[in-house]
């Protein structure tokens, strides 16, 4: 079965620094990752993805087979990023489609 | 496009009673998953549906609970006879094709 693990529940950081929220993840076979936010009193968003490469708000995440981890970075911490942050993993086979997430890691970035 | 529309937003239920979750999934979307998050936990998988079809429902507890997802109208989470420990947020998700989710704003169900 898989698993999603983030260390953190609680990770606080002042403006302008770098921030890294760290996501290992157990699966067998090759996952997908995600990570989700969520914004306080909003839906839950997907931030990034690791299929796709892409750096949303300043954020990217690097599958690291060898480690089995996918941590968030972002290299200058903004005011508006605090929030909840979930790590995600969508397993293939007859799991397509389900996602495991972590507990969550709420973001505080002080002024 | 609304999006992923889930009522009530806020569920207060008397142990016992029966408790109904409603999620309209975005237009176009076929696939629809339901999710519960209990309090200090992360959101948990319950079960996958199709349109009138339980795709996976590993994660729905055996009894009390059950889903469905008619050809008309939203799907639809029923817990029978709720006890405290049902209290948790509720997620709802559609994709079109089980890839890209779009999350509803939950359900908030509290048991007392």
């Known amino acids: 079965a898989q698993r999603v693990t983030q260390p953190e529940k609680l990770l606080s950081v002042f403006k302008g620094a770098p921030v890294e929220l760290k996501c290992n993840y157990s699966y067998s076979g090759s996952p997908e990752l995600f990570w989700y936010v969520q914004y306080s009193r909003q839906r839950l968003q997907l931030l990034l993805r690791?299929?796709s490469r892409e750096s949303i708000k300043g954020f990217t995440a690097d599958l690291n087979k060898g480690e089995t981890s996918f941590h968030l970075k972002k290299p200058f911490a903004q005011e508006e990023d605090s929030a909840m942050y979930y790590c995600?993993?969508?397993?293939?086979?007859?799991?397509?489609?389900?996602?495991?997430f972590g507990q969550g890691t709420i973001l505080t970035v002080h002024p | 496009n609304a999006g992923v529309m889930q009522n009530p937003r806020h569920l207060v239920r008397r142990r016992g009673q029966e408790a109904r979750l409603r999620c309209s999934p975005m237009k176009g979307h076929s696939h629809v998953y339901w999710y519960r998050q209990l309090p200090e936990e992360g959101l948990k998988f319950m079960v996958y549906?199709?349109?009138?079809?339980?795709?996976?429902e590993s994660g729905m507890p055996k009894e009390r609970f059950s889903a469905e997802f008619p050809k008309e109208g939203p799907s639809i989470l029923r817990i029978q006879q709720v006890v405290r420990g049902d209290s948790a947020a509720y997620f709802c998700a559609s994709s079109p094709d089980g890839h890209g989710y779009t999350f509803g704003s939950g359900t908030r169900l509290t048991v007392v």
């Open positions: 995600a993993l969508m397993a293939g086979g007859t799991s397509y489609g389900k996602l495991t």
């Open positions: 549906l199709q349109k009138e079809n339980i795709i996976d």
């Open positions: 690791h299929i």
